[in-house]
């Protein structure tokens, strides 16, 4: 049984939350897309996932995708073509690419926002349009301007499809290890070696599929600093089919319907993107956005687990109430719902999903304003803090996305394991989420590492800024010191860990290893209290019976009586350092 | 060809109705609205028979000024070229069909005028065949499938029990739209942005020329449906519960 309807309401309370009017309709490029007009574009993408991409989500992880090594070819499952035919014929993957390779200029922060409606209906198709996207990005950084021009259109339509291939079967994590190699042929490069986990990079959507491809090149320095990015296309302009082919697809624990392919380059022709050993900064264009998408499947399947859980719930009697007011006599068994902890799970999960659906339309919008601003100080405070709480929304939002999804299988019982309901496959599909696009421990060292003393601490300090702000505004109201306190006492507390872990990593390197995943979860919850705190103080102007600020102020109350005090305990356990750790005997593993 | 096409602006099909303490109307705070679901096969039906014909396509609404943000997002996006909305708020249907042929005769010139079967929120099935009459149109109700050809057309409409009937005659006509005519169109993403621009007409009922006059017929009561009573549950094993059914459904159900 699948429940799902797109959260429509709430993204748009976020936009307006956090600034949509003054951040992004004040830029001139986007003056077109008022509030209103930007949810006539969200509703209809969100009608279409609903109508047409959610009906093929469970037959698609059934069926899965079909590899032939006859032909190196993959096949989607039955429906995904027509679907793909759809989506692009009605410009739904357009939404922030540039007018002038055919895109329709709206805000990013739109498309960002519509992705989680994508994701909750089909997460597999969304893996398609995700990877082009990923290209769109770094070609638009970093492509010439005649290779924008060959490829960005048909990209930009959808007529082709982008892929990434950076992992190989000796480098992962670290990217260093790349071993492929490109050298100089005619007018471009020959590319031989052999890229493993490559979403979509085969199948039967689009006529032409374009790679990403990190290679090394002759002269090459060794390791991160001797990469360079390659596009290698499928098809040449002579129609030719070009050596980079499928050599197989893996079976997952989830996703089946987006294949993940080994490919082979076998002296394929490729075409050097940026700098020769500079392909690493082509990739970092895209990081930003292709983690902020994957903080946001956490909470797309989040919330469509949620929602699936809650119809169980509103429909099952078990047991009796605690409270024997609240026992129903004409039935012989109460709603779940008089369950004190049915509540307790339904609203983990709600408060800490909406706490970060909150956080990603933050951080979205910012990526507008950090590239379209008119102001430069505005530009920078965005681009300070996308930079910071990226990794934020990727690892937290993955990881308690994974969470979440699990607590709204347990309030459904044995049925919500069953294949009668959605929730496994999201727990299946969502799972993967925590491991690329850079693992969460990954995340947690870009945020310990690269982001606290980037600019000489300067990220950190806008964002303390924007926390001080809003206590300063809320100063005077007593229905908001509720969330003033904590919020107040918790920044105290992360401030305090971030110098004490500063001082501690200065002495031992070996610290941030040990202690910045927890860092990055007692991080992760001062930002949606701050968040939480945004969302009370917004819905205090609405009126008193309003549902929207009846329902919002008790979810915001849960969050900080039930959830933020998590944030203590990850402060005790960065406080340990390495020790528990690093003294252990390496016979003990 | 001039295509016209009626649009009522109704709660969503799946939004959750309460009627309002004065028992005669709903509580719209917080309903989502959009385009009647038949009326959207309406606008459909238009925009092929533009695409197969050529011609334009004016859209007539009878209902409140907020109404032009579903006209953009539902019709103008989709293909329709223009709108009128004719901001009145008659009693009953007849009201509606005299401002709606009003201003369908103010604006002149149609081959054909295209109504959904009914609107999901009344469900009076009458607007169609007011209209057809105040216009003294050909008319054809609950079609499924249509041609025209020259000043020709031929409608196949839905009957009981399964019968189909093919009707045809001479154009000015009212066509009202059946489920099953056609598949609605999702609006091209670049459609709703260009569909701000487009023209869209707000106007009085003294400006059309119309007068919906005094109301004939009123709602005097709505009630939300009973409750639906508890299930039953069969007891005994698959055979002795099988039984117990097929004599529950004959006998006391009725069905069988």
């Known amino acids: 049984m699948d429940v799902y309807r797109p959260p429509l309401d709430d993204i748009r309370f976020n936009l307006e939350v956090f600034g949509y009017a003054e951040r992004i309709e004040s830029i001139e490029r986007f003056a077109d897309f008022d509030l209103e007009t930007a949810m006539s574009l969200l509703e209809e993408y969100s009608k279409f996932c609903v109508d047409v991409l959610k009906p093929l989500n469970a037959s698609g992880d059934t069926v899965g995708v079909r590899f032939d090594p006859a032909d190196h070819s993959v096949t989607t499952p039955d429906g995904f073509k027509a679907a793909y035919a759809g989506f692009t014929e009605n410009a739904f993957n357009t939404i922030p690419w540039n007018p002038e390779f055919g895109g329709m200029g709206a805000p990013f922060s739109l498309s960002t926002l519509a992705s989680e409606v994508l994701i909750a209906t089909n997460k597999s198709f969304s893996m398609c349009t995700g990877l082009t996207a990923g290209l769109i990005e770094a070609l638009e950084a970093y492509g010439t301007d005649a290779q924008k021009e060959h490829y960005l259109h048909k990209l930009v339509s959808g007529e082709w499809a982008g892929t990434m291939c950076l992992t190989e079967p000796q480098c992962g994590t670290d990217l260093g290890l790349v071993s492929t190699t490109a050298v100089p042929s005619g007018d471009g490069f020959e590319l031989t070696g052999t890229k493993i986990w490559i979403t979509f990079g085969e199948h039967d959507l689009t006529e032409n599929i374009v790679h990403l491809v990190l290679a090394r090149l002759p002269d090459a320095p060794p390791g991160i600093k001797g990469i360079s990015a390659f596009l290698v296309p499928k098809f040449l302009d002579d129609g030719s089919r070009n050596p980079i082919f499928c050599g197989g697809t893996d079976h997952k624990m989830g996703i089946h319907a987006s294949p993940t392919c080994v490919m082979n380059l076998e002296g394929a022709k490729g075409w050097l993107v940026g700098e020769a050993h500079k392909g690493m900064r082509s990739m970092f264009v895209m990081m930003n956005a292709a983690r902020l998408n994957v903080g946001i499947e956490g909470v797309a399947l989040a919330e469509a687990a949620y929602q699936a859980a809650l119809a169980f719930a509103k429909d099952r009697r078990q047991s009796r109430s605690l409270s024997p007011k609240k026992q129903d006599r004409t039935s012989d068994a109460d709603n779940i719902l008089v369950h004190p902890d049915v509540r307790r799970m339904l609203l983990n999960v709600k408060s800490t999903n909406e706490g970060l659906r909150g956080l990603v339309a933050w951080i979205a919008m910012s990526y507008d304003v950090m590239h379209h601003a008119a102001d430069a100080a505005e530009r920078e405070k965005a681009e300070d803090l996308v930079a910071l709480l990226t990794p934020i929304i990727k690892s937290y939002g993955s990881e308690r996305g994974f969470a979440n999804v699990s607590e709204s299988m347990q309030v459904m019982g044995g049925a919500g394991y069953t294949k009668d309901w959605p929730v496994e496959q999201y727990m299946r599909d969502v799972r993967i989420a925590m491991i690329y696009e850079g693992t969460n421990h990954i995340q947690a060292l870009d945020l310990v590492g690269r982001k606290l003393p980037m600019h000489g601490g300067r990220l950190m300090r806008v964002f303390a800024g924007e926390v001080t702000a809003l206590l300063r505004e809320c100063a005077d109201d007593p229905r908001m010191a509720e969330f003033t306190g904590p919020l107040k006492d918790e920044s105290k507390r992360l401030n305090a860990t971030t110098m004490e872990m500063g001082a501690a990593a200065s002495a031992d390197h070996e610290v941030i290893g040990a202690v910045a995943s927890n860092y990055l979860n007692q991080f992760a919850l001062v930002t949606l209290a701050y968040v939480w705190a945004k969302q009370a103080k917004a819905v205090l102007e609405l009126d008193e019976a309003d549902p929207k600020r009846r329902s919002k102020l008790q979810t915001a109350r849960f969050f900080y009586q039930m959830v933020l005090p998590e944030a203590a305990t990850y402060a005790r356990k960065v406080a340990v350092g390495k020790a528990c750790m690093t003294d252990a005997d390496p016979d003990l593993f | ?256």
């Open chain 2, 1 to 256: 060809m001039k295509i016209g096409v009626c649009a009522k602006i109704t709660p969503d099909a799946d939004a959750r109705i309460k009627v309002a303490a004065d028992g005669q109307s709903i509580v719209l705070d917080g309903v989502k609205f959009g385009i009647s679901d038949y009326d959207e096969y309406a606008i459909e039906e238009a925009i092929r028979t533009k695409e197969k014909h050529g011609g334009e396509i004016v859209s007539f609404t009878v209902g409140d000024a907020s109404a032009d943000k579903q006209l953009r997002s539902g019709a103008l996006a989709l293909g329709v070229d223009r709108s009128v909305l004719v901001t009145e708020n008659p009693g009953d249907p007849l009201g509606i069909a005299k401002l709606l042929a009003a201003a369908i005769q103010k604006e002149g010139g149609f081959d054909v005028v295209f109504t959904g079967k009914s609107t999901i929120d009344q469900q009076n099935f009458q607007i169609g065949t007011m209209v057809a009459e105040l216009l003294g149109w050909a008319h054809v109700t609950q079609v499924t499938a249509l041609e025209f050809e020259g000043n020709q057309f031929k409608a196949t409409r839905n009957m009981d029990a399964g019968i189909r009937q093919v009707v045809a005659g001479t154009l000015p006509a009212v066509i009202s739209c059946e489920d099953g005519l056609n598949t609605v169109r999702y609006a091209k993403l670049p459609d709703i942005m260009k569909a701000k621009k487009k023209p869209l007409d707000s106007v009085g009922a003294g400006a059309i020329g119309g007068d919906a006059g005094a109301a004939r017929s009123s709602v005097g009561n709505l009630a939300p449906p009973p409750a639906r009573p508890a299930g039953r549950m069969i007891e005994g094993d698959a055979a002795t519960a099988a039984k117990e059914l097929v004599r529950l459904l004959r006998d006391e159900a009725k069905v069988l």
